[in-house]
């Protein structure tokens, strides 16, 4: 599910991710998918597996339900909220905001 929501997210000039920072629930791991970094090794896969993953195991995770823009959908394009979530993992991206010069023009 992870790989489809950023399916080409990043192609087409979009800067991928500088880092992430990923909060998971005590439940998750090893105890719910009997292997070991399965949170972030999809992150991984996903992002791609240069970008630094940092984070923690917590017990309980604040964060929003769904993403705004990722969903197509015209109900999913309001703001949204934030729950406490259990069983889940929470994800914040990292990114370098500075603006570019455009690229000189070909002679």
């Known amino acids: ?3 489809r929501q950023f399916s ?3 192609d087409g000039g979009a800067a991928a991710p500088l880092g992430c920072l990923l909060f998971s ?5 090893r ?3 009997r292997e070991a970094n399965h949170d972030s090794r999809a992150i991984a896969e996903a992002v791609g597996a240069e970008v630094p993953i940092a984070g923690f195991f917590g017990n309980g995770e604040v964060g929003p ?3 705004k823009g990722l969903s197509r959908k015209a109900e999913d394009a309001g703001e ?3 729950y406490l979530h259990g069983f889940t993992s929470v994800m ?3 990114y370098d905001t500075t603006p570019r010069p ?3 023009a070909a002679d």
């Open 1 to 3: 599910r992870l790989s």
């Open 8 to 10: 080409g997210r990043f």
């Open 25 to 29: 629930c005590n439940g998750r791991g």
């Open 31 to 33: 105890g719910m998918y």
């Open 65 to 67: 339900l769904g993403v």
């Open 80 to 82: 949204c909220k934030t």
């Open 92 to 94: 914040a991206f990292m």
């Open 102 to 104: 455009p690229p000189a």
